[in-house]
């Protein structure tokens, strides 16, 4: 079993940048790769982005390539989220799951992934 804890969130005003922490304990990271989802108020969940058990592939979503950027450091079992020029309708809890896939595959479907984190709020003001 693999536990998840985020970390990093807050409140940032608009433009200002802030990165996201994933730490897992419990199993090797290396062995899943990893999602990122939010979900905002009165929203329903919603796919950020993915990165696969090596690092090597990351995949976001048409609505938030070039405003978030994910990577990971298996060595610290550890995963990030950088959030690029927030703007205040990123104001979300957002969650890290991890998901058994292949060594290069990931998966936007939140249904793939096994364990979750308890999230991590983040209030962006303009």
């Known amino acids: 079993q693999v536990q998840l804890v985020e970390s990093g969130g807050g409140l940032v005003q608009a433009g200002d940048s802030l990165r996201l922490s994933c730490a897992a304990s419990?199993?090797?990271?290396?062995?899943?790769?990893v999602g990122w989802f939010r979900q905002g108020p009165g929203k329903e969940r919603e796919f950020v982005a993915a990165?696969?058990?090596?690092?090597?592939?990351?995949y976001y979503p048409d609505s938030m390539k070039g405003r978030f950027t994910v990577s990971r450091d298996n060595a610290k079992n550890t995963a990030y989220l950088q959030m690029n020029n927030p703007k205040p309708e990123d104001t979300a809890v957002y969650y890290c799951?991890?998901?058994?896939?292949?060594?290069?595959?990931?998966?936007?479907?939140?249904?793939?992934?096994?364990?979750w984190g308890q999230g991590t709020q983040v209030t962006v003001s303009t």
């Open positions: 799951a991890t998901h058994f896939s292949p060594p290069e595959g990931t998966s936007s479907i939140a249904e793939a992934y096994d364990y």
């Open positions: 419990g199993r090797t990271l290396s062995s899943y790769s």
């Open positions: 990165v696969s058990q090596s690092g090597d592939y990351r």
